[in-house]
């Protein structure tokens, strides 16, 4: 099985917070330090990368204290990227019981914001049933 391992933030000199206010520097700096060349936690990074967009697009200093509204959403953010620790995924694209070539899926969506494109193999099994294998995805 393949894991995704997402360091909590400790507390102290490099916290996320100055005087308790969240800063746009140190978003930034959390978010850089996620390394997925896979995708596999694409599905939750591009909901950070269009909150980094909005930052930029209100006009935020690097270490200008962020609206309580604001600090609210990037903490949900980065609860959500945490509970990456929880990801599982076979390392393995070809299930034990496959039976035949399997077909590639690719799935893309677009929105004024971002886009995301991921792709999966899908493999009929030996009973007949279907199990799908993710491959890769990017926004």
Known sequence: MLRFKVQQESQG?????KNGVLMKRKILSRIARLYDPIG?????VIKAKIRIQKLWQLGYEWDQPLEVSLAREWEAIFAEIE????????RCLTPPEAAGLPTLCIFSDALREAFGACAYLRWQLNYGGYEVRFVAAKS
Do not use: H, S
Not at 40 to 44: F, L, P
């Open 40 to 44: 596999y936690t694409a599905a939750v």
């Open 13 to 17: 000199k490099n916290d996320d917070r």
């Open 83 to 90: 509970k990456l620790n929880q990801l599982k995924l076979p």
